[in-house]
């Protein structure tokens, strides 16, 4: 919304501009000439300002499908919170969130960042851009209809390879974020403050109970 209001003030401001050349004004014998750079600022601003919530609103669509993709094709309906969004979230104090029964995934505020950076350097992720890759494949197990959040997360580790794919990486470089996911941030549930959490299980691993053997699994 902030963009957008930006926007439309810029747009005003050439609006102005050209309404300043309509007629002159009682000291002038002429109308003003539109000044064209100035013009052609405001517009380019505009145009800036018009294109972050397109491309957010493109990115979000974009992301519904891929995470219909993992849900097994159960409508999966994405959205980014703004800072204002994450204000009034009742469930703010989670970087983000899933409704199985409507499908609904909000990610908060900072996080959204955090996915379009990994899609932009995925050879050179950083830690909280797997754990964003690693959100946006847990929430969609979610949508899934998983409750269980060990067993979310299970399903999820085994699904990041294929996560990453869809999101376009290279399959070499999906490979070894889904494997460093795995050792740098899934192991290290099980020694949270001396104790696994809530998110981890010890059966999540080559032949145990929770292994699905996937095909496009690591």
Same mark, same amino acid.
């Given at each position: 919304?902030?963009?957008?209001?930006?926007?439309?003030?810029?747009?005003?401001?050439?609006? $102005?501009?050209?309404? %300043?050349?309509?007629?002159?004004?009682? *000291?002038?014998? /002429?109308?003003k000439q539109i000044y064209r750079p100035y013009v052609a600022l405001m517009a380019m601003l505009a145009l800036t300002c018009f294109w972050q919530p397109l491309h957010t609103d493109l990115?979000?669509?974009?992301?519904?499908?891929?995470?219909?993709?993992?849900? *097994?094709?159960?409508? +999966?309906?994405?959205?980014?919170?703004?800072?204002?969004?994450?204000?009034?979230?009742?469930?703010?104090?989670?970087?983000?969130?899933? /409704?199985? *029964?409507?499908? /609904?995934? @909000?990610?908060?505020?900072?996080? $959204?960042?955090?996915?379009?950076?990994?899609? =932009?350097?995925?050879?050179?992720?950083?830690?909280?851009?797997?754990?964003?890759?690693?959100?946006?494949?847990?929430?969609?197990?979610?949508? =899934?209809? !998983? =409750?269980?959040? @060990?067993?979310? !997360?299970? /399903? @999820?580790?085994?699904?990041?390879?294929?996560?990453?794919?869809?999101?376009?990486?290279? !399959?070499?470089? +999906?490979?070894?974020?889904?494997?460093?996911?795995?050792? %740098?941030? #899934?192991?290290?549930?099980?020694?949270? !403050?001396?104790?696994?959490?809530?998110? #981890?299980?010890?059966?999540? @691993?080559?032949?145990?109970a929770m292994d699905e053997n996937l095909p496009n699994s690591t």
């Amino acid at each position: 919304m902030f963009w957008i209001l930006l926007a439309l003030f810029f747009c005003w401001l050439i609006f $102005c501009e050209f309404r %300043s050349t309509v007629s002159a004004p009682v *000291d002038m014998p /002429q109308p003003k000439q539109i000044y064209r750079p100035y013009v052609a600022l405001m517009a380019m601003l505009a145009l800036t300002c018009f294109w972050q919530p397109l491309h957010t609103d493109l990115f979000e669509r974009r992301l519904s499908n891929i995470a219909t993709a993992l849900a *097994d094709h159960r409508r +999966a309906h994405f959205h980014f919170n703004t800072m204002l969004d994450t204000l009034f979230d009742s469930e703010s104090m989670n970087i983000g969130h899933a /409704q199985p *029964d409507t499908g /609904q995934i @909000a990610f908060q505020y900072p996080w $959204c960042n955090s996915l379009m950076a990994y899609e =932009r350097h995925p050879e050179h992720a950083s830690r909280e851009e797997l754990a964003s890759l690693g959100l946006l494949t847990h929430e969609s197990m979610h949508v =899934r209809g !998983e =409750r269980n959040e @060990a067993r979310t !997360e299970c /399903q @999820a580790v085994q699904r990041n390879f294929c996560s990453a794919k869809l999101l376009g990486v290279p !399959e070499r470089i +999906a490979r070894r974020n889904a494997l460093e996911y795995y050792y %740098s941030l #899934y192991m290290l549930r099980s020694q949270k !403050e001396g104790n696994p959490d809530s998110y #981890y299980t010890d059966e999540r @691993a080559p032949g145990r109970a929770m292994d699905e053997n996937l095909p496009n699994s690591t």
